[in-house]
């Protein structure tokens, strides 16, 4: 059975970092391409940042491009997200996600809560202002 448990977050003021972890198992992990998303108090889960099988390609929303950076680890079968210069509107509970079936490509990132079937519990994030 697939498990993704999300570390790191916390509060931090405007302007400052925090970097949250992924660590999944249950299967095969450099097969499948992971995602992050967000949901703020009564607003839709929103896509974040989303990361190859490889790791080779990425894809963020524009309000976190230049911001926050995803990456992977295959051989810890680990994703981060890393959160630098965080706004009061970062603010949310944070997710990782990833995908039931392989990913045959080593680029194809997927930007929509359909595109993914598996969740993790979730961290939340709070950034004052």
């Known amino acids: 059975q697939v498990q993704l448990v999300e570390s790191g977050g916390g509060l931090v003021q405007a302007g400052g970092s925090l970097r949250l972890s992924c660590a999944a198992s249950?299967?095969?992990?450099?097969?499948?391409?992971m995602g992050w998303f967000r949901q703020a108090p009564g607003k839709e889960r929103d896509f974040v940042a989303g990361?190859?099988?490889?790791?080779?390609?990425?894809y963020y929303v524009d309000s976190v491009k230049g911001r926050f950076t995803i990456s992977r680890d295959n051989a810890k079968n680990t994703v981060y997200l890393q959160m630098n210069s965080l706004k009061p509107e970062d603010t949310a509970v944070y997710y990782c996600?990833?995908?039931?079936?392989?990913?045959?490509?080593?680029?194809?990132?997927?930007?929509?809560?359909?595109?993914?079937?598996?969740w993790g519990q979730g961290t939340q994030v709070t950034v004052s202002s």
């Open positions: 996600a990833t995908r039931s079936r392989p990913t045959a490509s080593l680029r194809s990132t997927y930007t929509s809560t359909s595109d993914y079937d598996y």
């Open positions: 249950g299967r095969t992990f450099n097969t499948y391409a």
């Open positions: 990361v190859s099988r490889s790791g080779v390609s990425a």
